[in-house]
């Protein structure tokens, strides 16, 4: 215990690179920890958040599992940016994760997000310098954020996050850029330094590759079309990176056999507008679909997201979003196939309610969001979430893509319940935000026909501290 209170105070220092859409460059003028020009750049991250939930895994009032409570996640993060000449830079980033409370400490288990108290978070080299070439590499440990992140991202609300051991090139040119990547996740160990397939092969015998191509083009004027091609290949097992997860059969894959892994394609597609205030109009949708092998089945799977909405040129600035999200499940267990579309590895926590209970696959989910700014430093939101499951056949899966919420049962009503989300958000300078947010969970049908159904609730208090 005395070891987690003095790494609660540690501060650490994180920066961002140029040459990929999902970093902000800092400057001298934003960060006052640049020097020489640019050329050595730190900044610093520090983050605490407290949470209380109740029911939000077993919809049980009468029970206490670990899983109810209050915790208290801290995170730290130190890194550097060193770039001696225009077209070389290396980056390194240190990280610290600590979970204080009655889940425990290995991540993932009990809902825990757990304790990785100093690992390698980033560390790449990049060659590159888009103003006069319009190729570059950067090769290392590194965070994917593609598209809105439905499918990859850093997962930046988990006090571990994720990244990969990867190497990408980008071609960019004026109104359009691609990558081709190839990469496999880095999985979090407690008591251990963090690996990838890439350098452990022996330890999980996962021998994951996940490549692809993405690329996007705003050539429309204020619009943006992204397109990908992603390969996931991997002898066994699925694709968290909390490694007592690692042990969990992927999703849909019900029956088959687990030890014959994966191997599939994704191809997708994906139009929003640049600029959310056009006209008062914003608008963006995404469709994938899937086929190949997973776990001995045959794959065939698609999912689908659409939303827009209008932004009133009003005072408090009131902006409404609607939405709707898809995804297959497997339908039939015994017919040789899978149609449960793979989540992959995405930042769900902004999508499907943000008690984390749902993820891209088997599901409808319709929802709506208010937004108002009463002042320029707070933003108040409101969202409102149905939830089915596309087939009761399937399971309901949790935000990891991985955690059955309850046993399959085909003969459960489809209606799994609503969710609303309140947050206030408060930035009252350039590197200080606060968060404050509840949820609350209304369980259906499908609950009650399969257990405990009781409502559920969750609280929590984030500050963070960013330069």
Not at 39 to 44: A, E, I, K
Not at 391 to 403: E, F, I, K, Q
Request: proline share 5%.
């Amino acid at each position: 215990m005395k070891t987690k209170i003095l790494l609660l105070a540690v501060l650490t220092v994180r920066c961002a690179i140029a040459g990929t859409p999902e970093v902000i460059v800092p400057t001298a003028s934003t960060n006052p920890l640049s020097f020489a020009d640019g050329r050595v750049v730190f900044d610093v991250e520090e983050r605490l958040r407290y949470e209380f939930r109740n029911n939000a895994f077993d919809f049980n009032h009468n029970a206490l599992p670990a899983t109810d409570g209050s915790f208290l996640l801290q995170r730290a993060r130190v890194g550097m940016k060193f770039e001696p000449v225009d077209w070389f830079r290396f980056y390194a980033q240190f990280q610290s994760s600590i979970e204080v409370g009655n889940r425990g400490d290995e991540p993932g288990v009990s809902g825990s997000e757990g304790d990785d108290y100093a690992d390698l978070y980033q560390g790449y080299v990049e060659f590159a310098d888009y103003d006069r070439f319009p190729l570059g590499l950067r090769a290392g440990r590194q965070l994917f954020n593609y598209g809105d992140q439905r499918l990859i991202g850093s997962f930046d609300w988990n006090n571990l996050g994720r990244s990969f051991d990867a190497a990408r090139v980008r071609y960019q040119a004026d109104k359009f850029w691609a990558e081709a990547f190839a990469a496999s996740v880095v999985t979090v160990e407690r008591a251990d330094f963090n690996f990838s397939d890439v350098f452990n092969w022996d330890d999980t015998d996962r021998q994951q590759v996940f490549s692809g191509i993405y690329a996007s083009t705003d050539v429309v004027t204020a619009h943006r079309i992204d397109g990908y091609l992603l390969w996931l290949s991997q002898a066994k097992g699925n694709v968290s990176n909390f490694g007592p997860l690692l042990g969990l059969p992927p999703a849909g894959s019900q029956g088959g056999d687990p030890a014959l892994g994966m191997n599939f394609g994704t191809l997708g597609l994906r139009l929003n507008n640049v600029q959310a205030k056009m006209h008062g109009w914003e608008y963006d949708a995404e469709l994938a679909g899937q086929a190949g092998r997973l776990a001995g089945l045959d794959l065939l799977a698609f999912a689908l997201h659409a939303g827009g909405g209008y932004n009133f040129h009003a005072p408090w600035e009131p902006r409404i979003y609607l939405q709707y999200n898809y995804a297959s499940g497997d339908w039939d267990s015994t017919d040789g196939q899978s149609t449960t579309f793979q989540n992959l590895f995405p930042t769900n926590h902004k999508f499907y309610g943000y008690m984390d209970l749902f993820s891209w696959q088997n599901m409808h989910n319709p929802s709506v969001t208010f937004n108002l700014k009463p002042h320029r430093t707070l933003t108040l939101a409101a969202d409102g979430h149905l939830f089915w499951l596309a087939t009761t056949s399937d399971a309901w899966y949790r935000a990891n893509g991985l955690t059955q919420a309850r046993p399959i049962t085909p003969s459960a009503d489809p209606f799994v319940g609503g969710e609303i989300d309140l947050t206030a958000t408060w930035k009252p300078t350039s590197f200080l935000s606060l968060l404050v947010g509840y949820s609350w969970f209304l369980p259906g049908a499908y609950v009650d026909d399969t257990g405990p159904a009781d409502p559920a609730n969750f609280l929590y208090v984030q500050m963070e501290l960013k330069f």
